[in-house]
């Protein structure tokens, strides 16, 4: 299980755009991980102050980070290497995420080379399905950001 400081040795992101709290489990077939949409999180303030709702882009950032991590914390991506949404498919949103929610992302790696991560991932918040969507990213080595 890891958590803050870890995370932050997983992933290039940073706050306020850093959307994982928690690697529960990072096995090659699946990954688990954890954030809690603090009511302090930089977009509440406008989408929309009256009735905060975290969003959709948002959610899919949250799982791409936590499978990102996963396959950090694999060793599946050197530490260098970063990686950039290319794709983005069947995207579902299911349900509301609001502050103070915790939201669950489940990850499973679907196709993995050095070039590129195809994975399809759930988000719950409780055991209620609030997003779902399969992505790619491609994978930059690292070399040019040395």
């Given amino acids: 299980m890891e958590t803050n400081n870890e ?3 997983l992933l290039p992101h940073r706050s306020p755009f850093l959307f994982v709290d928690e690697l529960i489990e990072a096995t090659e077939a699946r990954i688990t991980a954890r954030h809690i949409f603090s009511s ?6 406008g989408h929309f102050p009256q009735y905060p709702v975290v969003p959709g882009v948002i959610l899919v950032e949250t799982m791409a980070q936590s499978g990102g991590a996963g396959l950090r914390k694999l060793g599946i991506i050197g530490d260098g290497a970063l990686f950039f949404l290319g ?22 790696n679907l196709r993995i080379s050095s070039k590129m991560i ?12 609030a997003a779902e969507a399969e992505w790619m990213c ?3 080595d690292g ?3 040395s």
């Fill in 7 to 9: 995370i932050e040795k």
């Fill in 40 to 45: 302090k999180e930089f977009f509440f303030a």
């Fill in 118 to 129: 195809k994975q399809a991932g759930k988000l719950y918040v409780g055991g209620e399905l």
């Fill in 143 to 145: 070399a040019k950001h």
């Fill in 87 to 108: 794709t983005v498919d069947k995207v579902k949103f299911r349900r509301q995420v609001r502050p103070e929610d915790e939201a669950r992302s489940e990850i499973e």
């Fill in 138 to 140: 491609l994978v930059d």
